[in-house]
């Protein structure tokens, strides 16, 4: 794999970095404070072609992959207004559809995923499934041709805005008994598809939503892809989610970063800059190596996954998404350390931050969980459950 990124890569990263500041932390900062979401952002990077980078040339995309689309998001985090849909509607579940959606179904949502007029939010987290896939209660059964969806999903992220979630459930398998899981388009408006807003601590434009699905009843073309693939077309989704996660995280970091760098050098203590002193100079410099050790497995995860090798993309992945998060609460924290009592203010918009950083060691899986799976599938260490 390429270590140093191609012109394309850098001239991708330069033209989103000039978009992210035209917008800024402050635009975000203000969407979010009158309860929208930053649809003017949205607009313009979808008319400029970056929603769908990664999504096929053949269906209104860019043709690239998951290692355009973490550029984008990294750099717009990087001028401080990341876009989380990005992880869940051209990530997720674009990356889902275009790999195993059928031709309708590709017709139906790619071109409008891509040009940003429809999005779609994934809901697969349950209240007593937490990080486990394999204990998912979400269920459908067959009725005639149709599917009837029964089940409940917390922290979906962004409901209200989207025209359908991609949503996991479980469908029995004839043969054995057993519940094997599999993907459902069920649009907004759906009878029976309920959603209820979280009261989140957070300061973010895009809400995280309940679901309750009561005998949703859905098509049979609400299917996605085979019946009998449904976790490989899961995980489908889920390692390009883990690398945008990283990306997520990268960016924040690096913009957290900037404003204590810009601080330590403007800020003066006794006749010199405060980024002169060694015990100021020497974490922000450990915070920077961190973020750029996190963003070469980041692109190690995205370039194996473009490559096709889900197992390789699978633990790198992984990885990426949790040196990312550790590397993004450290910079944040150092970040506000370095302002002192400035990086508690409104006016420098920091303090936020450190709430927003938690949530990439949380979701979507936390870092106990990646630990579980380093240990185990790379190390080969035994099972504790």
Avoid at 6 to 12: F, G, P, S, V, Y
Avoid at 140 to 149: E, F, N, S, V
Avoid at 173 to 179: C, E, I, P, S, V
Avoid at 234 to 241: D, S
Wanted: aromatic content about 6%.
């Amino acid at each position: 794999m390429p270590v140093i990124e191609t012109e394309e890569h850098k001239a991708l990263r330069a033209a989103v970095a000039a978009l992210g500041g035209k917008y800024g932390r402050a635009y975000l900062t203000r969407t979010a404070a009158e309860g929208r979401h930053p649809h003017e952002l949205w607009s313009e990077a979808a008319g400029l072609g970056y929603l769908g980078v990664n999504l096929p040339e053949a269906h209104g995309g860019g043709g690239g992959g998951i290692s355009e689309l973490s550029i984008v998001l990294e750099e717009l985090g990087a001028a401080g207004c990341p876009l989380l849909m990005l992880i869940v509607s051209p990530a997720i579940c674009g990356t889902v559809l275009a790999r195993f959606g059928t031709e309708a179904q590709k017709q139906q949502w790619l071109p409008a995923l891509a040009d940003g007029t429809r999005t779609m939010a994934f809901g697969i987290t349950e209240p007593d499934a937490g990080s486990n896939s394999h204990r998912i209660t979400t269920t459908a059964r067959r009725d005639g041709t149709d599917w009837l969806l029964t089940g409940r999903k917390v922290f979906v992220s962004g409901v209200d805005i989207a025209d359908a979630t991609l949503i996991v459930g479980r469908t029995q398998d004839a043969r054995t008994g057993r519940l094997k899981p599999c993907l459902f388009i069920v649009p907004r408006d759906t009878e029976g598809f309920r959603r209820r807003p979280i009261d989140m601590e957070l300061n973010a434009a895009e809400k995280q939503f309940e679901l309750v699905l009561d005998d949703v009843r859905l098509p049979a073309d609400a299917l996605v892809g085979d019946e009998d693939a449904g976790l490989l077309q899961l995980f489908a989704g889920l390692n390009p989610e883990r690398v945008m996660t990283a990306a997520f995280a990268i960016g924040m970091g690096r913009y957290a970063l900037a404003r204590a760098v810009e601080y330590a050098r403007e800020r003066t203590v006794w006749d010199a800059p405060i980024g002169a002193h060694q015990a100021i100079a020497h974490p922000l410099a450990q915070a920077h190596i961190d973020l750029e050790l996190a963003r070469l497995m980041t692109q190690k995860a995205a370039h194996l996954y473009d490559a096709g090798d889900d197992t390789g993309a699978g633990e790198a992945a992984n990885m990426a998404k949790y040196a990312a998060a550790e590397a993004c609460v450290k910079a944040v924290d150092q970040a506000v350390h370095t302002l002192g009592g400035n990086g508690l203010t409104r006016e420098f918009g920091l303090a936020s931050l450190i709430t927003a950083a938690r949530v990439s060691r949380i979701a979507p899986v936390s870092r106990e969980m990646i630990l579980n799976y380093v240990s185990h599938q790379t190390l080969g260490l035994p099972k504790s459950y």
